[in-house]
């Protein structure tokens, strides 16, 4: 078992890491293609759309309005023929086809539905595109359901084997590790494998899979967690518990109040607060909590309980941004970091979402310039319109001329250009005086 784990996450390593080392880039007829990371090109650029990421080793792309998928060599391994190909997950992805009912009409014209199915790595149809309706992937458990009529709906494996499921049985699509599932009988919540043992009696109002196997499991309306051993580590005690990240999970208590718990049981933050946003995009537990009796809010590291801020400012989780949030404090704006440290405040009049190239653009007196992830103003206020860095470069404008700086400020292509695009694949669009328009590389040069 150990062994086959081991392959199982050796294959999931390679395939991210032939995703990453396969990069797309775009063409100065503006077509998108596939290179490596010594920079071969594996494909000619021929889409008009950018495919998506890999996932799964796997990439969807467009041609002509329908979907199809590459591998990471760019191999066009499923032709373009599905209006829709859902990111592949666990080896399968869905896949749709419009279709067209001629016996029926809207606004004069022949209907129009859609059919579902599932597709493997290979491309190959395991379930087959013939279905009205679809609940789940079979990338959620052993099973997915389909049907063209709600009474008589079919079960397929992921062998796309039909199959039966016992009476009195209801299958949830829930997946907790590949062999054991969640389904519920009279009512009540219980865990079986894929030949319908039953591992957990049907005895909980709600099983819930997270993170490193284990269960959060709700017992006379408490919820308590269970080990990938299906034993307790906290019998049912709290009023709610969500699903764990990075270990951490949000708890509410019987006064509905949030605090957080750890893998172990252990509570971390005492429930004592309105509201939790978890906004972490890293390995931290980092969060935005209110405080009761008031509409404002503060930080806290949920892994240990340690308040980084007091509950004195607006903000919300759209406000974050890998390490940076916005915030309003008395009706003034301003930027802190991970540590509460404010960077600026009532400093500018407006400023950037997001940093891009370790900068974010700030307005004062209806001039453009650039901070760090300091707060510090590192290209002053002078320019008339500017748009976010891009490849190391930003479009800047001054009395309708447009032209390029570096992170640094220094001017790397003249502003003479009375419009240009941000730089992608490493060329930019732009406009001469004449009206011609065009493509550059970061020289300036044109590209033929």
């Known amino acids: 078992m150990k062994k086959i784990l081991f392959l199982l996450v050796a294959l999931f390593i390679t395939l991210c890491v032939q995703s990453q080392n396969s990069t797309f880039f775009k063409n100065n007829k503006n077509l998108w293609g596939l290179k490596d990371k010594d920079g071969k090109v594996l494909l000619e650029p021929k889409f008009y759309n950018k495919p998506a990421a890999f996932m799964d080793g796997r990439s969807i792309f467009s041609k002509a309005g329908l979907k199809g998928v590459l591998d990471e060599a760019g191999k066009e391994i499923v032709a373009p023929v599905y209006s829709f190909i859902s990111d592949y997950k666990y080896g399968f992805a869905v896949a749709t086809k419009e279709m067209t009912d001629t016996t029926k009409k809207v606004n004069g014209k022949p209907a129009k539905y859609f059919l579902k199915g599932i597709i493997d790595r290979s491309g190959k149809e395991i379930v087959p595109v013939m279905y009205k309706d ?38 949830m699509h829930d997946r907790v590790d590949g062999k054991r599932f969640i389904a519920m009988k009279d009512s009540k919540f219980g865990l079986i494998d894929d030949q319908f043992k039953e591992l957990l009696p049907f005895a909980y109002s709600r099983i819930t899979p997270t993170e490193n196997g284990i269960l959060i499991v709700g017992e006379n309306n408490l919820f308590g967690l269970m080990d990938s051993k299906l034993k307790w580590i906290v019998k049912p005690t709290f009023s709610n518990i969500h699903k764990f990240q990075h270990a951490v999970a949000i708890i509410t208590n019987e006064e509905k109040l949030y605090g957080a718990i ?44 340690k308040i980084i801020t007091p509950a004195d400012y607006k903000m919300s989780s759209y406000d974050y941004e890998w390490g940076i949030i916005k915030f309003r404090k008395d009706n003034k704006k301003g930027m802190m970091d991970s540590t509460g440290k404010e960077l600026f405040y009532d400093a500018y009049d407006d400023f950037s979402p997001g940093f891009s190239d370790n900068r974010a653009w700030v307005m004062k007196q209806n ?6 992830k300091t707060g510090t103003l590192v290209i002053p206020a002078q320019y008339d319109i500017v748009n976010g860095f891009s490849e190391g470069l930003a479009k800047v404008k001054i009395n309708g001329k447009c032209g390029f700086i570096n992170t640094t400020g220094d001017v790397v292509i003249p502003l003479t250009f009375t419009d240009a695009s941000s730089f992608e694949s490493g060329i930019a669009w732009v406009k001469d005086e004449t009206g011609r328009a065009f493509y550059i590389d970061k020289t300036g040069k044109e590209v033929k």
């Open 367 to 372: 001039k453009y310039g650039f901070i760090d």
């Open 262 to 305: 750890n893998t172990k049981g252990v509570v971390t933050t005492n429930p004592q607060f309105e509201n939790i946003y978890r906004i972490e995009k890293t390995n931290a537990a980092f969060a935005m909590y209110k405080g009761t009796r008031t509409d404002k809010w503060g930080l806290v590291n949920l892994a240990t309980g």
């Open 134 to 171: 679809m609940q789940g992937d079979l990338a959620n458990g052993w099973f997915v359901t389909v049907w063209n009529d709600p009474k008589e709906k079919i079960f397929i494996n992921t062998a796309g084997k039909t199959f039966t499921v016992p009476a009195g049985l209801l299958l």
